[in-house]
């Protein structure tokens, strides 16, 4: 058993284990721990933009086969290629180019870069153009007597006369281009050679008279080269004056030889 004195040592030694632990510093208690700080990842660069077609035109856009039309165009931003099609082919970022399609045409302009690829398109429409108009008709056909009058002169003889005199011979001459032509014209025609006199003398006289004045025309005319089967001659005399005054002066413009159409 143990003795009060060691009973008493032993408490004594308890209680200044008590003492001494109580006088200890408190420490504080260590603070929860913090989550990780989150990691950021930075964003993506933003892509790289389009090419962008500021203009494609076709100026005109209406033509008429045969003709051109001008292509152009611009295009602005990164491009790695530009081109149209229709033949037209590669080509750099601003620029134009003829065309002359045949037939109505849509041109696309594409242009490719880095941010993707960008379209344009024109058209060239191409109309046949009118056809041209007509000719006019022909003028009709002047009848042969139309072309007796206008191209064809009565030759003059002096009086009581039936050889051919200086200025006959002219207008016979200018007469025979024509008559040539007239008879290629109307080729189976024959013309007439009428022998006519002033007033005169008797019936009979002026009627051998204007005979002899259109057989004197007619062998002149076929020296020329007028065909002679296609001359025929008749004499009027004096009964049929174009002028039926009484003086020199239509007396001459009745002695002549006239040209008619023949039967």
Same mark, same amino acid.
């Given at each position: 058993?143990?003795?009060?004195?060691? *009973?008493?040592? *032993?408490?004594?030694?308890?209680?200044?284990?008590?003492?001494?632990? +109580?006088?200890?510093?408190? =420490?504080?208690?260590?603070?929860?721990?913090?989550?990780?700080?989150? *990691? =950021?990842?930075?964003?993506?660069? $933003?892509?790289?933009?389009?090419?962008?077609?500021?203009?494609?035109?076709?100026?005109?856009?209406?033509?008429?086969?045969?003709?051109?039309?001008?292509?152009?165009?611009?295009?602005?931003?990164?491009?790695?290629?530009? @081109? *149209?099609?229709?033949?037209?082919?590669?080509?750099?970022?601003?620029?134009? @180019?003829?065309? #002359?399609?045949?037939?109505?045409?849509?041109?696309?302009?594409?242009?490719?870069?880095?941010?993707?690829?960008?379209?344009?398109?024109?058209? =060239? @429409?191409?109309?046949?153009?009118?056809?041209?108009?007509?000719?006019?008709?022909?003028?009709?056909?002047?009848?042969?007597?139309?072309?007796? #009058? @206008?191209?064809?002169?009565?030759?003059?003889?002096?009086?009581?006369?039936?050889?051919? &005199?200086?200025?006959?011979?002219?207008?016979?001459? &200018?007469?025979?281009?024509?008559?040539?032509?007239?008879?290629?014209?109307?080729?189976?025609? =024959?013309?007439?050679?009428?022998? !006519?006199?002033?007033?005169?003398?008797?019936?009979?006289?002026?009627? +051998?008279?204007?005979?002899?004045?259109?057989?004197?025309?007619?062998?002149?005319?076929?020296?020329?080269?007028?065909?002679?089967? &296609?001359? !025929?001659?008749?004499?009027?005399?004096?009964?049929? $004056?174009?002028?039926?005054?009484?003086?020199?002066?239509?007396?001459?413009?009745?002695?002549?030889? !006239?040209?008619?159409? +023949?039967?």
């Amino acid at each position: 058993m143990f003795s009060k004195r060691k *009973i008493s040592i *032993i408490c004594l030694a308890v209680s200044m284990l008590w003492l001494a632990d +109580g006088c200890k510093k408190k =420490v504080p208690a260590a603070p929860p721990a913090q989550p990780p700080a989150p *990691i =950021v990842t930075p964003p993506p660069p $933003p892509p790289p933009a389009a090419p962008v077609i500021a203009q494609f035109t076709a100026e005109p856009s209406s033509i008429q086969r045969g003709e051109s039309s001008v292509l152009r165009w611009e295009v602005t931003g990164t491009v790695s290629s530009i @081109s *149209i099609n229709q033949g037209v082919g590669t080509v750099q970022a601003t620029g134009n @180019s003829r065309v #002359s399609p045949t037939n109505s045409a849509t041109y696309t302009l594409t242009a490719t870069g880095p941010g993707g690829t960008q379209t344009a398109s024109t058209t =060239v @429409s191409v109309v046949t153009p009118p056809p041209p108009p007509p000719p006019p008709p022909p003028p009709p056909q002047a009848t042969m007597e139309q072309r007796l #009058s @206008s191209d064809v002169q009565d030759a003059f003889f002096d009086y009581d006369k039936s050889d051919i &005199r200086s200025d006959a011979r002219d207008a016979l001459t &200018r007469d025979a281009g024509a008559l040539k032509a007239i008879l290629s014209d109307f080729p189976t025609a =024959v013309i007439m050679l009428e022998g !006519h006199c002033d007033e005169r003398g008797s019936a009979e006289y002026n009627l +051998g008279l204007g005979d002899r004045r259109a057989t004197s025309a007619k062998e002149f005319l076929q020296s020329l080269g007028v065909p002679g089967d &296609r001359l !025929h001659t008749i004499s009027y005399g004096k009964e049929r $004056p174009q002028c039926t005054e009484q003086n020199e002066t239509c007396y001459q413009k009745n002695r002549r030889v !006239h040209f008619s159409p +023949g039967q």
